[in-house]
């Protein structure tokens, strides 16, 4: 790539991060901190956000935010390490089927899990209904496995969802270490458990505090499955609540300054952690297997493992899909009666259709505009020698940890009358341009992971045979190029579309009006409509959950082999 092309490149992608990125979070910290006097002018002051720390409300719903992200983490942790950790040194019976089927959770939207996690463990649940049946519960006195106020819950569902993100981190972590370190420490008679603590945790440490920074700042600002399980007394909802007299109420950018600011120093803490660079992390020697065959009843403990936790992550998936099945469900092992028909009157629901086509449309586009920007992003990284190509390639990724209850709040601010970003809503009020930049933005990671992984394993010198042949760059990107990274292209593509369409945070708080909502807004207003609003929701959140296991399946099948699609 010619210097003066990659520059120009690299200026406009900057451009358009610090206008849609960087400006959005950075009005809302601005507005957390800016007054109004009675003559319009502004001053800047403490006042807002001391007011959310003197105020017992906030405080406990802050509090709450950090208890959910450090113990969504801890469980997350809990499940995750011991599964990377028998996936890295052992072989056993199943490992492969069961290391994909571990990814299970990743198919459901988690805001749409809680209501199946609801059905199974609730009160009057499936589970307890079993145990009452069995003899091994009194009837009089149920246990609430939710726990009281729905926060252990959260919790549960904050794990069930997340552990596979970092189930990926710490295992691509474990297989990056050189196994003659272990090896060593063996010979030299140091036992397993002090090999563990000594060696391999030390090690592995970049890759658990990548995975786990990106699970704390998911389950401290996670809005969808709060709202779900009626839990107000946390930050993320207190925002959404406060979204009404956003232009007399200055908390609620006080609020989304406040998480803004934990939720980048964790990934600041993560980054400084993972920039440590520790000896032994280089790439393991070719032909050396670490792994132990297991036999008999060791790999069936193993297998069973991971077996139990896929199971236990499958709860909320079953709870959806037999919901969406019901006639009548209450306080039963299974429903009483089974039904196809809250699928037909699902699709036949006014919200339902144009909620469908609705994000389709904002999807499409958004996966379109993030194709070309990651593209360019990708060819400046990978094909130039700029000595900022590096941070370039950071600048991207930074919308993996900025919360999007962050950045959905920026854009509804600035999208009021009279704001920068009024301009993007169209007529009707229509959300359109806000939702398909905030889509492309946030999902932007996947296609640039995705291109760079395809352009470092492609042969450069096909694209300069072209040009030496006389093709001219756009040619040589059509005809050579493109087609060499094609299956990157559209493994990233495909997750970037299937997410999008599935987008939480933008798509609550974006899309205002019925006839611009998309699926996940859909979803959310049938939870709340009286009669089967709920049977429906789970009609609509099962085809989600098959839109997104095909869309997942194809990228990996496309992408997978080639490497690097996964890699934050």
């Known amino acids: 790539m010619k210097r003066g092309t990659a520059i120009l490149f690299s ?32 001053y800047y002051t403490f006042q807002f956000v001391r007011t959310v720390f003197e105020n017992p409300i906030y405080r406990e719903g802050l509090w709450n935010a950090l208890q959910m992200g450090i113990a969504s983490t801890l469980l997350t942790l809990a499940i995750a390490f011991p599964l990377a950790l028998l996936g890295h040194r052992y072989d056993f019976f199943g490992k492969k089927a069961l290391g994909v089927l571990v990814l299970a959770p990743l198919i459901l939207p988690p805001f749409v899990g809680a209501v199946g996690i609801k059905q199974m463990l609730g009160v009057n649940g499936a589970l307890n209904a079993l145990l009452i049946k069995t003899g091994w519960m009194d009837a009089a006195l149920p246990m609430d496995w939710l726990a009281s106020g729905r926060f252990g819950g959260i919790i549960v569902m904050n794990a069930l969802h997340l552990y596979p993100i970092l189930y990926m981190n710490i295992a691509a972590a474990l297989s990056n270490l050189d196994p003659a370190m272990e090896q060593a420490a063996e010979n030299l008679g140091c036992p397993p458990w002090k090999r563990f603590f000594r060696i391999t945790l030390p090690l592995a440490m970049p890759g658990v505090f990548a995975g786990s920074s990106l699970v704390f700042i998911w389950a401290f600002t996670e809005l969808g499955v709060p709202l779900v399980f009626d839990f107000s007394r946390i930050t993320p909802v207190q925002i959404f609540d406060g979204i009404k007299g956003l232009d007399q109420n200055p908390i609620p950018y006080a609020l989304t300054a406040i998480l803004l600011t934990g939720a980048a120093t964790v990934f600041a803490l993560s980054k400084f952690v993972m920039g440590r660079a520790p000896l032994g992390t280089t790439p393991r020697p070719k032909g050396r297997s670490t792994f132990t065959r297991l036999s008999g009843l060791k790999s069936a403990l193993c297998s069973l493992v991971f077996l139990a936790v896929f199971l236990i992550a499958s709860i909320p998936h079953l709870g959806v899909v037999l919901l969406s099945l019901t006639g009548r469900w209450y306080g039963t092992i299974l429903p009483d009666e089974f039904t196809l028909r809250h699928y037909k009157e699902a699709l036949g629901n006014g919200l339902v259709v144009p909620s469908i086509q609705n994000s389709l449309l904002y999807a499409g586009c958004a996966t379109l505009l993030a194709l070309i920007i990651g593209l360019a992003v990708a060819w400046v990284v990978v094909r130039s020698d700029l000595k900022w190509r590096n941070l370039l390639d950071h600048i991207v990724m930074l919308p993996l940890a900025v919360p999007g209850l962050v950045m959905a709040f920026g854009y509804l601010a600035l999208s009021q009358e009279g704001k920068a970003f009024h301009f993007l809503i169209g007529t009707g009020g229509s959300p359109f341009l806000l939702l398909v930049i905030a889509y492309a933005f946030r999902r932007l990671p996947y296609i640039v992971r995705s291109a760079i992984a395809g352009l470092q394993q492609s042969n450069p010198a096909l694209e300069e045979a072209a040009k030496s042949l006389g093709a001219s760059p756009a040619r040589m990107l059509r005809k050579i190029a493109i087609p060499l990274i094609g299956a990157n292209l559209l493994a990233g593509s495909i997750l970037a579309f299937a997410f999008a369409m599935l987008e939480v945070s933008d798509s609550l708080i974006l899309a205002q009006q019925a006839q611009h909502y998309p699926i996940t807004k859909a979803i959310y207003t049938l939870l709340s409509t009286l ?9 609509l959140g099962v085809w989600a959950m098959v839109f997104l296991s095909v869309a997942i399946m194809g990228a990996a099948i496309l992408g997978g082999k080639r490497g690097g699609l996964f890699r934050v």
């Open 11 to 42: 200026l406009i992608v900057c451009a358009l991060f610090a206008v849609f990125f960087a400006y959005p979070a950075g009005m809302v910290v601005k507005q957390a901190f800016e007054g109004t006097r009675p003559d319009g002018s502004t």
């Open 531 to 539: 009669g089967n609003g709920t049977e429906l929701a789970a009609a």
